[in-house]
């Protein structure tokens, strides 16, 4: 029999469907890191993330069947997840303003991170994490629907046809965005050149 | 490793203009959630799983899904008002629409005893459909006062007819002598 890790998504959506919700908890394993890197860019919170990220497995769970397969099962995640989430960020609004201090980046701890800022000195290295937490800062500053595009295109690398599939835009309003979230982003973090 | 992955490498050595922003951007793919935090969402998933699968009702999911797409529409605010005041008037039309019925039938009972004065009779005869068994309608206009303090209203009524006499019984209050065949 085939293992679990070497079925494809659409196998495991059959076999969900065929009545064995164990095959989703394969997909829940295999896009979890994925949609944590879209959802946690966006709200900065790991605990609102890990909520949200929960609703977002329960949808796909109980919309499966309405999954054709026309994109892939990972561009129809993230359309779920991109939807919950802004909801979630209109919701919350400017009620609660997420501080620095709770925006806790695991990019420091990373060792890949750590193999390539190693490569320079150790004021080198400072600076740079000090930008990244500036970076962190002006994200948080974008719209949603910027901060969106900016997430799946620059950090998770979609292709804008993809991206304009999950926010059910043109590729044309996609770019745009795009423009003007890297304005955005290179006029906050200007003063932090050195 | 790919090519922006050796041009974030490359990148650390020197900050530049807009190339700096994206550098900083693509370093964000290396964070990752904390160790053991997908074997704790697949946990949490799979209880969730077993306690919807209890309550959780058809309703409940059409109710979840229209509330994301009434969200998704970014309806303003106003067409919520809008809406809500659109059903009120839709829901006091449909209570009132018995109470038409009533009053429509509560007139003709008044006017049996004849307490309205008859000012205008237009002749005009409109076809029953028991015109067959010799039976039509006749348009009246009405004065009558129900209450004294209010002016005389003007009301058309339909009282039926048998030849030339206008009788007033509705049809299911018919004298049974209209009934029934003579039985000589």
């Not at chain 1, 059910?168 to 309003?173: C, D, I, L, N, P």
């Not at chain 2, 309550?55 to 059409?62: K, L, Q």
Request: proline residues 4%; glycine residues 6%.
């Amino acid at each position: 029999m085939q293992d679990a890790n070497e079925l494809t998504d659409q196998q495991l959506v059959e076999q969900t469907l065929g009545g064995n919700p164990e095959a989703f908890e394969q997909l829940v394993r295999k896009h979890t890191n994925r949609l944590y890197g879209l959802i946690y860019n966006m709200t900065a919170n790991h605990e609102d993330t890990a909520d949200l990220l929960q609703e977002v497995f329960a949808k796909a769970y109980h919309s499966l069947r309405t999954f054709r397969g026309d994109s892939s099962f990972s561009t129809w995640l993230h359309t779920i997840a991109i939807n919950k989430t802004l909801n979630f960020l209109k919701r919350r609004g400017r009620r609660q303003q997420v501080s620095l201090s709770e925006m806790n980046s695991g990019v420091e701890s990373d060792p890949e991170f750590i193999k390539v800022s190693s490569k320079d000195n150790p004021s080198r290295q400072a600076y740079l994490k000090e930008l990244q937490k500036k970076l962190n800062e002006a994200m948080l500053k974008l719209s949603p629907e910027h901060r969106a595009v900016v997430t799946m295109f620059d950090i998770q690398g979609m292709q804008h046809a993809e991206i304009a599939k999950v926010l059910r835009v043109s590729e044309g309003t996609v770019r745009s965005r795009l423009f003007y979230a890297h304005r955005q982003l290179q006029n906050l973090l200007k003063e932090y050149r050195p | 490793m790919s090519k922006q992955e050796e041009r974030i490498k490359e990148g650390t050595q020197g900050i530049g203009e807009e190339e700096d922003v994206l550098r900083l951007l693509a370093l964000k793919r290396y964070e990752q959630p904390p160790e053991g935090f997908v074997d704790s969402v697949v946990v949490e998933f799979r209880r969730r799983r077993m306690a919807e699968a209890i309550w959780r009702s058809r309703w409940r999911i059409w109710w979840e899904e229209l509330v994301e797409r009434m969200e998704r529409l970014q309806i303003p605010p106003i067409a919520y008002g809008a809406t809500a005041f659109a059903g009120v008037i839709c829901a006091i039309a449909i209570l009132n629409w018995d109470e038409v019925g009533q009053t429509r039938e509560r007139v003709v009972q008044v006017a049996n005893p004849a307490p309205a004065q008859v000012v205008q009779n237009t002749g005009e005869v409109i076809q029953s459909r028991e015109q067959g068994e010799g039976m039509d309608a006749l348009r009246l206009t009405l004065h009558q006062s129900p209450m004294e303090i209010l002016p005389t209203m003007t009301r058309t009524v339909m009282r039926r007819v048998v030849g030339t006499m206008p009788v007033s019984y509705p049809l299911g209050n018919l004298p049974p002598a209209r009934e029934e065949d003579w039985g000589f």
